[in-house]
């Protein structure tokens, strides 16, 4: 059996599958740390035009998706299925529908080819996610560690530590199992779900995080037309609320009948399917440029300031930052500013990996494999599903 270079366990090859939302993704991972293929189709194009994700569609096209996205995967990795070790899939939370097609397809493979199947929370996979891209320059972050997960439906902060290691700060293995204690989460829209809205209503389409991100950016010192102060959450500290903010910007566009001509324009550019960054730039007044800016302001450094405060509450020297918004460009730079100013080594997935993949699918289901915990054929798709939770 060959081996890993890293350690001198056998190298455990296992395909990862992943289709909870409008991605359908597939990658091979060795031993939760090496990434051999990570195959992405994403459906946005088809999701575009309904201004978000629409689940009879995105059923419909993971099942066309599934089979060719696995063999570009094995092909990737130059890799024939009998060579595999196990199968892992996303069992929730997600779309039942679209999760149904990956576990479907998972299981029948296992099945067929007389493998483990594993069964990975998609939320533990963004965490993975943070992880693996450490992996791939040399680093080995150290936990205890509070970790962010940010993303089109979710937007929850915990504390992650080594399974019946309590507080040792040390290196570890990649299929350790980690519990994770739930500090804070939205208690309402995600801040994915925030970009998405606010952007629809800026007619910029979807989704919005990547254009929002850009046209910030590209606001230099336009004028703020309007302030966003701090959002104020009553009891819990470490919780997030984005809809408020998100109504702020509605009120302001309403109240500012200015900005419906530009609106309409940039719509109906967007329905003739010009929606790239140099299309709509162009299309952006300097207000809307400067509200733009502010938003994403608000939402950044409310992320930030939460994160940091969970940080200090857990005592831990690791910040991870995980899932689709971790790729934005401003968020990166204020975490790595703070944590340095403070002390703090903060970790985020490269962009390929903090968006919905199959890779960090892949490595949290090598914690399952190390661990035993295998799954069953009568596995079942979960809505909703939590994180592990420490036993008290
Ligand atoms: O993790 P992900 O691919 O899917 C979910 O599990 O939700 O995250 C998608 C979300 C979308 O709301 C998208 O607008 C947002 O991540 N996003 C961004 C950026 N890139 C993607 N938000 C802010 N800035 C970005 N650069
Ligand atoms: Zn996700």
Request: glycine share 20%; net charge positive.
């Given at each position: 059996m060959p081996t890993d270079p890293t350690t001198t366990r056998p190298a455990i090859k296992i395909l990862g599958i992943e289709s909870s939302c409008d991605e359908t993704a597939a990658a091979v991972v060795v031993n939760g740390r090496t990434i051999l293929s990570s195959v992405v189709a994403s459906q946005i194009d088809i999701h575009r035009k309904y201004g978000g994700v629409v689940p009879e569609l995105a059923s419909r096209e993971h099942l066309r998706q599934i089979v060719p996205v696995v063999r570009e995967a094995m092909a990737e990795a130059g890799l024939r299925f009998e060579e595999l070790d196990a199968i892992g899939v996303t069992q929730g939370p997600g779309l039942v529908g679209s999760l149904l097609v990956g576990i479907t397809y998972g299981k029948t493979l296992a099945h067929a080819l007389g493998k483990p199947l594993l069964a990975v929370n998609h939320l533990e996979g963004h965490v993975r996610a943070a992880f693996l891209q450490a992996y791939q320059s040399g680093e080995e972050p150290k936990l205890p560690a509070v970790c962010l997960i940010v993303s089109g439906g979710h937007t929850v902060l915990y504390e992650v530590k080594l399974k019946g290691e309590q507080d040792a700060a040390i290196n570890h293995d990649a299929g350790a199992p980690f519990v994770y204690r739930k500090l804070g989460g939205t208690r309402d829209d995600a801040a994915g779900e925030a970009y998405d809205k606010v952007s629809k209503l800026l007619g910029?389409?979807?989704?919005g995080g990547p254009i929002l991100d850009r046209l910030a950016a590209a606001a230099?010192?336009?004028?703020?037309?309007v302030k966003f102060g701090p959002t104020k959450t009553r009891g819990n500290a470490l919780d997030f609320s984005f809809s408020g903010l998100k109504t702020a910007v509605l009120y302001h566009v309403r109240e500012h009948p200015e900005y419906i001509a530009e609106i309409r324009k940039r719509e109906d550019a967007v329905a003739a399917g010009h929606c790239t960054f140099e299309e709509l730039l162009p299309l952006c007044s300097e207000s809307s440029l400067g509200l733009i800016r502010e938003f994403q302001n608000a939402v950044v450094r409310d992320l930030v300031e939460r994160t940091i405060l969970g940080a200090k509450q857990c005592n831990v020297e690791t910040v991870l930052v995980s899932g689709?918004?971790?790729?934005?460009s401003q968020l990166r730079k204020r975490f790595t500013e703070e944590a340095q100013s403070r002390g703090l080594k903060v970790y985020f997935p490269s962009r390929g990996l903090s968006t919905d993949n199959a890779a960090m699918i892949a490595a949290a289901a090598y914690a399952e494999f190390a661990t035993g915990r295998l799954a069953h054929l009568d596995l079942n798709a979960k809505a909703s599903m939590p994180l592990e939770a420490p036993k008290t």
């Open positions: 910029l389409g979807y989704p230099g010192s336009a004028r703020a037309p689709g918004v971790a790729a934005n």
